[in-house]
């Protein structure tokens, strides 16, 4: 059976390109495939240093996991903290990367570059070896993410075939896999940047925890453009093309089909609004009752911790072996 892979960051709220770009299609695959699933917690510390802000955001992002439909006794949902080999095998991961393979991350000059004059931890350029190591201890086939994702998948892949080629066949090489509609959903305010925790202003991210109210609102003032023609075309109708892309991902109808039932952008944008609330608002229902029990999330990450812990021991104890160190 093909083995699934992949986590998501708790830094702060859960928003509509995660959804559409990443766990719309985790809960799509958790029946073809034997899924895992981290809330990479490790991964949020590059870029914060306030304590139990992680922990706080570890069972939030919980609870929409659950709630977005991830099933506890199907797929293995787990907290990267509870596995302590992610954190051994980043280490080695590190150590089989280059200096200057790192510094060609594009998510690592932007996020340095906003951090200009700020605190920038070595973690923020050595996150892609910790990402690895994520990806490789469950021996994972494919890697669903969104596009800005694509090149730590492939910076995984380089590191993987470097190591079995120094020591041996031990990791399995994994692809990454893009969602065919949501792969990249942009900024309502700011339609050439992606949909991120990081915008400059909250207007153009959609949360799934924002009222129906808020979500309407902000499609309504979605930045588009003035020539008054909808057409889909990414380059030089980026807000329009977005507003498309997500109508695309909610309905199942391709962009450029859904283009041609608009003549004007106000229609685009309710309709836009009004089929991501009708998508999420079961989905809000569902987080709301999880938030409300937290001694049952506590239960189900520990069972997860359990699942994920068995494979990344196993795995780990191979490198170790490929790489000769002395047993214990
Ligand atoms: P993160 O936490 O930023 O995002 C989680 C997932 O959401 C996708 N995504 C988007 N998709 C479409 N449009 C957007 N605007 C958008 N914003 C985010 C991301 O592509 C991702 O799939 N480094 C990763 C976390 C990670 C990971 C892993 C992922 C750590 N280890 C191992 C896969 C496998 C990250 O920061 O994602």
């Given at each position: 059976m093909t083995r699934v892979l992949s986590c998501i960051q708790p830094t702060g709220d859960v928003h509509l390109g995660n959804y559409l770009g990443a766990l719309r299609n985790w809960v799509g695959g958790q029946h073809e495939a034997d899924v895992f699933h981290g809330i990479v917690d490790l991964h949020a510390l590059t870029v914060t240093s306030a304590p139990g802000v992680v922990g706080a955001a570890t069972i939030d992002l919980a609870a929409w996991l659950f709630a977005v439909g991830l099933d506890p006794d199907v797929a293995t949902v787990f907290?990267?903290?509870?596995?302590?080999e992610h954190a051994q095998l980043s280490w080695v991961m590190e150590c089989t990367v280059s200096f200057g393979e790192l510094s060609r991350m594009t998510q690592y000059k932007d996020k340095a570059a906003k951090r200009e004059g700020d605190f920038i931890s070595a973690g923020l350029f050595t996150y892609p070896a910790l990402m690895a190591a994520d990806i490789v201890l469950y021996d994972a086939d494919e890697v669903p993410v969104g596009e800005d994702q694509r090149q730590h998948v492939e910076i995984t892949r380089d590191i993987a075939i470097r190591f079995n080629s120094r020591f041996g066949d031990t990791f399995v090489i994994p692809v990454a896999v893009m969602p065919k509609a949501g792969a990249r959903v942009m900024d309502l305010?700011?339609?050439?940047?992606?949909?991120?925790?990081?915008?400059?202003?909250?207007?153009?991210l959609v949360l799934l925890a924002d009222e129906p109210a808020a979500i309407m609102k902000k499609f309504k003032r979605a930045v588009t453009d003035s020539d008054n023609e909808v057409r889909?075309?990414?380059?030089?109708k980026p807000g329009v093309s977005n507003l498309l892309d997500v109508l695309s991902a909610c309905t199942g109808e391709t962009p450029a089909v859904l283009a041609e039932?608009?003549?004007?952008?106000g229609p685009l944008k309710s309709d836009a609004g009004e089929a991501v609330v009708a998508l999420l608002q079961p989905v809000q229902a569902r987080y709301r009752e999880l938030m409300a029990d937290p001694g049952e999330l506590a239960a189900l990450l520990h069972k997860g911790a359990d699942k994920a812990g068995v494979v990344a021991k196993t795995t780990l104890a191979r490198a170790y072996d490929h790489l000769g160190l002395v047993p214990r």
């Open positions: 907290v990267q903290s509870h596995v302590p305010q700011d339609p050439t940047s992606k949909m991120s925790k990081s915008a400059a202003t909250d207007a153009g889909y075309d990414r380059e030089s039932s608009y003549t004007q952008y």
